[in-house]
């Protein structure tokens, strides 16, 4: 066992044991997430030690409703209100390791939706440019975000199937609302080498991995998945 993962093992009850009041207050959730990353993300061969670390220290349970935080760290997407999810946990360590991010890369993501897969993207010191469609969703996400320390993030309202072409072009694009296709605006503000994750499909969808390079665009088939369908032009687009 190599010395990162003989510290995981540790973290926890040394977290625990010198931590400040605060953790030692939510020492059960510092548990549960441990749990979480044992159980859920290394188990299922997620190696990425940054993206494992932020999903270590992203207090998951602030970004589900109150009466739903006892699920927080659950094996399963929970629903945060105007019909759309955080998603499982794997799925954000997934997605994340995909895209292979290092530190300052300029990251957009269509979808703020709770702020959690905004939280890991910051802390992974990434210059993250995040879109919601839902005003509301985006105001509750960025009052979180403000208050745990974040100040590498910028918020738009607005529909992502248009991306955000005055900051373009991105190192990186995750999606995390399920289009029928591929929005054509987010790979012309991909960078060459550039790489984005997406949902796609309609009943049934499947995780695609995309690398754009100087001779076009890659992809690959990652898994099946389940996410809510992206909203506004998306819909009026769908089928092309």
């Not at 529909?159 to 991105?170: I, K, L, M, Q, V």
């Not at 609302?177 to 790489?195: C, F, T, V, Y």
């Not at 049934?204 to 998945?225: A, H």
Request: charged share 20%; with cysteine; net charge negative.
């Amino acid at each position: 066992m190599d010395f990162f993962f003989l510290n995981l093992i540790f973290f926890p009850v040394f977290l625990l044991a010198n931590g400040s009041s605060a953790d030692r207050n939510n020492g059960e959730y510092t548990k549960k997430r441990w749990e979480m990353v044992e159980n859920q993300i290394l188990s299922r061969g997620i190696r990425d030690s940054r993206v494992i670390q932020a999903m270590l220290k992203v207090p998951r349970h602030k970004f589900v409703p109150e009466d739903l935080a006892h699920l927080a760290y659950s094996d399963s997407p929970i629903p945060i209100g105007k019909g759309q999810t955080i998603s499982q946990p794997y799925i954000v360590a997934l997605m994340t390791e995909l895209l292979q991010l290092k530190e300052g890369d300029k990251v957009l993501e269509v979808g703020t939706g709770s702020g959690y897969q905004t939280a890991i993207l910051a802390e992974l010191g990434c210059e993250v440019y995040t879109i919601e469609i839902i005003d509301s969703l985006l105001e509750r996400a960025k009052q979180l975000l403000d208050s745990l320390g974040y100040q590498n993030i910028h918020y738009k309202v607005g529909d992502g199937y248009r991306g955000w072409p005055e900051h373009a072009p991105f190192d990186a694009i995750i999606v995390t609302a399920a289009p029928d296709h591929i929005p054509q605006p987010l790979i012309e503000q991909l960078k060459i080498g550039g790489r984005m994750v997406i949902p796609v499909g309609d009943l049934y969808q499947d995780l695609i991995l995309i690398t754009k390079t100087q001779r076009g665009i890659e992809m690959k088939t990652v898994t099946p998945v389940r996410f809510v369908p992206m909203i506004g032009e998306a819909q009026k687009t769908k089928g092309h």
